[in-house]
């Protein structure tokens, strides 16, 4: 009897794995790819580029607005804001656009999702109870609220090692990026010293560094892209003052910076950034294009959930 179970064990748990793992692979694109919103066609929708702004392809095809796209860590799927039953919430889709569905059962009125690198969760913005940051389960579970940040603020950003999520709040009446480290729920301000109105916190991919806009006086009336270390040193001035600079996203390989830039009587495109060497691409041209989000196959470090058989093995010899 122990045999059968065995067997039957080891050919269902083989099964899941590899359709699991396929189906992961399938939906992933294989190159490359910056998602994005845009309203070229005259409404809001989720698009995909390569890097170098070639082959945008229109993922999303719905009447309502869709914004804010993010990949998940392995790219299998795209999550997205979308106010297609009457005020902006979560969704989440398969990467080429199928497949779109609800996070929550429960509307409200959800905002400016990243992942966690696990992928299990997420975080996001969210009015109910009160404006805040909060992490649920990718399926709307487990809902968390984790610090507090007004209707304008927001802009979480979920740093790889798990434990600290940056996001914009009130300081004294300004806006700054803060870090709520997950767990103990402390929070400290990123840049104490420095002058306020600073937006849109985007770790780097090892976490060390964190990109963000700061809207300066000094810099003329006008915003930026700026780098620096997660301990606040080595700060740096990444792009030229413009009249917007939103929405900076590394490069998975994090020598690059894709943001929305808005020169002065000019809309709103994506351009890509050398960190180094500040030599700058535009990427988009057609409408407003905003919100951008890299994913690069290449930089996968694991494969994607090989580990389930080991863990269903390692339950199943605990109880024979």
């Given at each position: 009897?122990k045999?059968?179970?065995?067997f039957?064990?080891?050919w269902?748990?083989l099964?899941?794995?590899f359709t699991?793992?396929?189906?992961v692979?399938a ?12 309203n070229?066609k ?7 580029m390569n890097p ?5 392809e229109?993922?999303t095809r719905?009447?309502a ?10 790219g ?13 919430d979560l969704?989440v889709?398969d990467a080429d656009?199928?497949?779109?569905r609800?996070?929550f059962?429960?509307s ?8 966690s690198?696990?992928?299990d ?6 009015e109910?109870?009160?404006?805040s940051?909060?992490t649920?389960?990718?399926h709307?579970?487990?809902v ?6 007004e ?8 740093s ?10 009130n300081?004294?009446g300004?806006r700054r ?8 729920g ?9 002058k306020?109105?600073?937006y849109s916190?985007?770790?780097s991919?090892?976490g060390d ?5 700061w809207?300066?006086w000094d810099i003329?009336?006008k915003?930026?892209?700026f780098v620096?270390?997660?301990d ?13 600079a939103?929405?900076?996203a590394?490069?998975p ?5 894709v943001y929305?830039?808005?020169?002065v ?7 890509v ?6 030599r700058k691409?535009q ?5 407003l294009?905003i919100t951008p ?12 959930q090989?580990h389930?058989?080991t863990?269903?093995?390692?339950k199943?010899?605990r109880?024979?």
């Open positions: 009897m045999s059968i179970r065995i039957i064990f080891c269902v748990g099964a899941l794995v699991h793992v396929g189906r692979w939906q992933a694109p294989k190159t490359e790819k910056i998602a994005f919103s845009s070229r005259g409404n809001w929708e989720i698009y995909i170098d702004g070639s082959r945008q229109r993922l719905n009447g607005g869709d914004y804010s796209p993010v990949w998940s860590p392995t299998e799927q795209i999550l997205f804001v979308s106010d297609r039953n009457g005020f902006r969704y889709m656009g199928s497949r779109v609800r996070v059962g429960k409200a009125h959800r905002a400016e999702p990243t992942w690198p696990d992928g969760s997420i975080a996001f913005h969210a109910t109870p009160q404006w940051i909060q649920a389960t990718i709307g579970g487990s968390n609220q984790v610090a507090f940040a209707w304008r603020g927001g802009n979480p950003s979920w790889p090692d798990g434990k600290e999520i940056a996001f914009v709040g300081v004294g300004t990026i803060l870090i709520v480290k997950l767990g103990s402390n929070v400290r301000t990123f840049l104490p010293k420095e306020s109105w600073m916190p985007a770790w991919p090892e560094k964190l990109a963000f806009t809207y300066r003329g009336d915003s930026a892209i620096a270390n997660r606040g040193s080595r700060l740096k001035q990444i792009s030229k003052p413009a009249l917007g939103y929405s900076p590394w490069s390989e994090g020598d690059k910076i929305t830039e808005e020169p009587g000019k809309d709103r495109q994506i351009v950034i050398d960190v180094k060497t500040g691409k990427l988009t041209r057609r409408g294009n989000a890299w994913f690069n196959p290449t930089t996968l470090s694991v494969a994607p090989p389930l058989l863990t269903t093995w390692g199943t010899k109880q024979d």
